[in-house]
């Protein structure tokens, strides 16, 4: 049974930072996963923030929204199954629930593979229950 746990959230001043992490359990040795943070502010259609295509953040594509490129940094090690988005300059429209989603077939990660969120974000398998951040003006 795959899980995915959340920690990092909370309350920052505007200009401030926050590292979340997202530590996968139950995994198929057998299989790649890919890894990513989706966000969803009040009132708001989620949106995905940062995905990797599973392939490492060293040697495969990260996908990162517009509104994030430059401020947010993912890393994934695969070795203990942890993503991190490590959030920097953080704006308040930078509030919201943050989740983890994680996935294993090529429908689903592939896309990711151009560097680009797709317009229509697949359906990832796998959910935390999310952590919620907050930036104060």
């Known amino acids: 049974q795959v899980q995915l746990v959340e920690s990092g959230g909370g309350s920052v001043q505007a200009g401030g930072s926050l590292r979340l992490s997202c530590t996968a359990s139950g995994f198929a040795s057998d299989l790649n996963y890919c890894m990513g943070w989706f966000r969803q502010a009040p009132g708001k259609e989620r949106e995905g923030v940062a995905v990797n295509d599973g392939h490492g953040t060293v040697h495969g594509a990260t996908a990162y929204a517009e509104s994030v490129k430059g401020r947010f940094t993912l890393s994934i090690d695969k070795a203990k199954n942890i993503a991190y988005l490590q959030m920097n300059s953080l704006k308040p429209e930078d509030t919201g629930m943050y989740f983890c989603?994680?996935?294993?077939?090529?429908?689903?990660?592939?896309?990711?593979?151009?560097?680009?969120?797709?317009?229509?974000?697949?359906?990832?398998?796998?959910w935390g229950q999310g952590t919620q951040v907050t930036v104060l003006l």
């Open positions: 989603a994680a996935d294993w077939t090529d429908e689903v990660c592939l896309p990711y593979a151009s560097f680009k969120m797709p317009q229509e974000p697949p359906q990832f398998e796998y």
